[in-house]
């Protein structure tokens, strides 16, 4: 069934308190829950529903100022829902009417929504930030035709990889499996396991490499054993086949890939989307996670620098490579034509659509750049402290949601926060300037 949206009706209850009753109403967060339009969000939003029989599920403005909420506070799940039930703003952010001392919904509820949205739907709050900007004079429409454009990596919440920490734990849940389903192994390797992970570990730490392989090949040969036991025992049931599929596949890779190898590898069984990225950056050469396209206006609007566009880019593409999916969907996000792009030098020889070819300069160029480019080049660092920010304050730095389409979820969502941090900062400046020009001046005595 489609959701059962909430309207404003002015109804009173005797037992109850309206929020409106109890609340500062020139707070920033009540103005911003009027500024943004939730028709539309509900509007778009309402396409994954149909009618039908059944019970009708959580209402779009609560979900989406939920998914608002988290990501501009960088807050979990638990602790939104902990903040929500005791904050008498966020309640009215999210549109309730009378306060409310239990929450009106499971915490896994918000987990469902976001996998049933997904990116393209979620893009529908990076668009509405940008149309708030835009209504309360933060950002001017024109202040969108001119960007500049950077990748940066989303890490992904595992741990750092290692082979012997991965053959390990293939072991381990082959093991565990094995165990639920009612297998009887030959041997589960569970104690000697144990005891020649340390062994690598330790003889790695003090640099005695020999005996650190002869531990890691202990590791991978009760790895093998585990599979051909189980490979063994599980022939010719097909439901058993279908239960350990996924698993024995993982372990099967994890058993193959060596440390030199060419092409996709496994870095974690629970995250097997993972990619290892390089980035040149001293301090963390490598990264595990998804690359990133962030976008952020060339000049600073009155509001600060918001962020125009953010985008997942699984199977790590070199940079330039990225401009021919990014470009029209930055303009569809932003509903108006760029006129002009600004890169870092990675995206040299660059793939961008035909129209937009000329209207890319990247670093380090020489032909067509006149003395207005090159003035204006010198704020194409200016993305830097908005990934920065939009990885430390909103949620990109670690990313906890699952699979493919929680990188692409996640990063929506972070710039999205971002910008609504932004504009609470804005209508929080407008308001105090408004308070000032009505608050009587006292007379000086004389």
Known sequence: MRPRERRETGEMDLFRSRLDQIIN??????????????????ARCGEVYSDGPGMPPLPTRLMAGLAILKHTFNLSDEELCARWVENPYFQFFCGETFFRHDLPFDRSSMTRWRQRMGEERMMSLLHESLSVAVKTGAMRPEDTRRVIVDTTVQPKNIMFPTDAKLLNRARERLVALAKKTGLDLRQSYTRVGKFALIRHQRYAHAKQFKRA????????????????????????????????RKDLHLASRVLEQRQNQRGKKVYS????????????????????????SVATTLQRSKGGQF??????????PYDGHTL???????????????TRILADAGYRGHNAP???????????????????????????????????????????????LAGPQGDAI?????????????????????????????????????
């Open 25 to 42: 109403m020139n707070h920033e967060l009540v103005h911003l829950a009027k500024t943004v339009s939730w028709e539309a969000i509900e």
């Open 213 to 244: 392989h002869k531990a890691l090949r202990t590791l991978r040969t009760y790895l093998g054993r585990t599979i051909r036991d189980i490979t063994r025992q599980i022939a010719g049931e097909d439901d058993l086949q279908d239960i350990f």
């Open 269 to 292: 069984l629970h995250a097997p989307e993972v990619e290892c990225i390089g980035k040149g950056k001293a301090h963390a050469p490598y990264e595990f996670g998804v690359k990133v």
């Open 307 to 316: 962020a125009l566009h953010a985008m997942a880019l699984p199977g790590n």
């Open 324 to 338: 021919a999916t990014v470009i029209p969907d930055m303009e569809r996000t932003i509903g108006n034509g760029i």
């Open 354 to 400: 035909l129209f937009h070819r000329f209207k890319v300069y990247t670093s380090g160029q020489k032909r067509r750049m006149t003395p207005a480019i090159k003035r204006e080049m010198r704020r194409r660092a200016a993305v830097e402290p908005v990934i920065g920010h939009i990885k430390n304050d909103h949620r990109m730095n670690r990313n906890y």
């Open 410 to 446: 996640n990063t929506v969502l972070a710039a999205a926060g971002y910008n609504f941090r932004l504009l609470l900062n804005w209508l929080r400046l407008l308001l105090c300037l408004l308070a000032s020009l009505f608050i009587p001046r006292s007379s000086s005595p004389h």
